[in-house]
């Protein structure tokens, strides 16, 4: 159908079903409107703000019919900055939006009915509930004048903003020392700049900027690595490593996995897509002084980072390289007892998934922060010859429609 639809176009609909991505189904004359900031079963006027060959997209402009799950959004920026896609939403109706997501992916595309419930994660500090001030790591864009903001929902304009609440205590704010807030300190014009903070209190900035070559010039401003401490173990990660962004994630993960995977001693096991090893840490000692663990990272950092933790370890065996070529080393050694897995947001995908497989772990344990991805690597690990035994999903990004699983495969026999 071709669309008849036109950008700044004001139209009156009803909300239609929540779809993966943060914004709601709606439809005019047949043709399908993704719609920000609305709610199911909301009666609205919105405005048509980009087009694409079978769908547009758009934003609430007024509320007729409000739903009862829609609240006034606790940051003043909401509606503007295109960080947040839940900000009008009660967080228990977010929970429940994203179970809703879960549930039609799985059946769209593993053709399995299952509804998990979202888990709401321990975080110190949001003692109130409230979705809030969880993020240790943000990535800021500077403007011409040096002033770091957020973007706008598909777009490259540029929000300033002096606050972010999200954001978790002593990230971006300094207080011992106002003028070291990094909302307030103006960058280098249109740098990028990402902001971490450990749970020991380190916190580094990144700068990136382009240098007019092919390769873009970056300072690290603070520590060059950052401590994470989990479990009793005290990992240091590169400023702009990978590491779970919200603070009771490496926790609640690392149980997870290890009551998926109920790891016996001697068993020997693999972790891919391992970054500095925080499952790896988690599993180890779990496995006694005669198991063993095969840690896969690609990244130069993350091996660095996991060497300078598992480097000694008789108990791990550090691989850098991608999945499926140290996978394929792998098979002349034989069949191992377990797998866990946490791929970035595209997913593991058939061909890593079928040399996983060919080494028979009995459980594989899948953390995924997407859950189409995830739905479609559970059809083939079920064509492989694995049965999905449990899906836990965990609310670990507030206020945002992204939601982390972790899924328990067993081979079948």
């Given at each position: 159908m071709k669309l008849l639809l036109e950008i700044d176009q004001q139209l009156e609909v009803v909300?239609?079903?929540i779809a993966h991505g943060g914004h709601c189904v709606a439809r005019h004359d047949g043709q399908v409107i993704f719609v920000r900031h609305a709610l199911p079963g909301e009666r609205a006027v919105v405005v048509i703000t980009s087009l694409a060959k079978n769908f547009a997209r758009a934003d609430v402009v007024r509320i007729i019919e409000p739903s009862a799950d829609r609240v006034i959004p606790?940051?003043?920026?909401?509606?503007?900055?295109?960080?947040?896609?839940?900000?009008h939403v009660s967080i228990s109706a977010q929970r429940a939006l994203k179970a809703d997501v879960i549930e039609e992916q799985f059946k769209r595309l593993a053709k399995i009915d299952l509804r998990p419930e979202v888990e709401e994660v321990p975080n110190e500090f949001d003692s109130a509930g409230r979705g809030l001030h969880w993020r240790t790591r943000m990535s800021f864009k500077a403007d011409s004048k040096g002033r770091l903001g957020l973007r706008r929902n598909h777009s490259y304009d540029i929000i300033p903003i002096d606050e972010c609440l999200i954001s978790v205590p002593g990230l971006i704010d300094d207080a011992d020392n106002s003028d070291n807030d990094v909302l307030v300190k103006r960058w280098p014009p249109n740098s990028t700049v990402q902001v971490t903070i450990g749970n020991l209190g380190d916190r580094s900035s990144v700068v990136t900027q382009n240098s007019g070559t092919d390769e873009a010039m970056r300072e690290v401003v603070g520590r060059q690595k950052v401590r994470q401490k989990v479990l009793?173990?005290?990992f240091?990660?590169?400023?702009?490593?990978?590491?779970?962004?919200?603070?009771?994630?490496?926790?609640?993960?690392?149980?997870?996995?290890i009551d998926c995977l109920s790891p016996k001693a001697g068993e020997i096991g693999v972790d891919l897509y391992a970054g500095s090893g925080l499952f790896t840490g988690a599993l180890l000692s779990e496995l006694g002084s005669t198991g063993l663990i095969h840690l896969?990272?690609?990244?130069?950092?993350?091996t660095a980072d996991a060497k300078a933790v598992f480097g000694r370890s008789t108990n791990v065996k550090i691989h850098r390289g991608e999945a499926l070529a140290v996978l394929r080393d792998l098979a002349s050694e034989g069949s191992i007892d377990f797998a866990v897995l946490d791929p970035p947001r595209s997913g593991a995908g058939l061909k890593v998934l079928t040399?996983?497989?060919?080494?028979?772990?009995?459980?594989?344990?899948?953390?995924?922060?997407?859950?189409?991805?995830?739905?479609?690597?559970?059809?083939?690990?079920?064509?492989?010859?694995y049965s999905l035994r449990q899906v836990r999903a965990f609310d670990l990004f507030p206020m945002t429609h992204h939601v982390e699983c972790v899924a328990l495969f067993e081979i079948c026999t």
């Open positions: 909300i239609g079903a606790p940051c003043k920026y909401a509606g503007e900055c295109g960080g947040c896609d839940f900000q009793g173990r005290t240091e990660v590169a400023a702009d490593g990978f590491w779970q962004v919200h603070p009771g994630a490496p926790v609640t993960l690392s149980r997870a996995v896969v990272e690609s990244s130069t950092s993350g040399a996983v497989a060919t080494l028979e772990p009995r459980r594989l344990a899948y953390v995924a922060c997407d859950p189409a991805a995830l739905a479609r690597d559970t059809a083939y690990l079920r064509d492989l010859g």
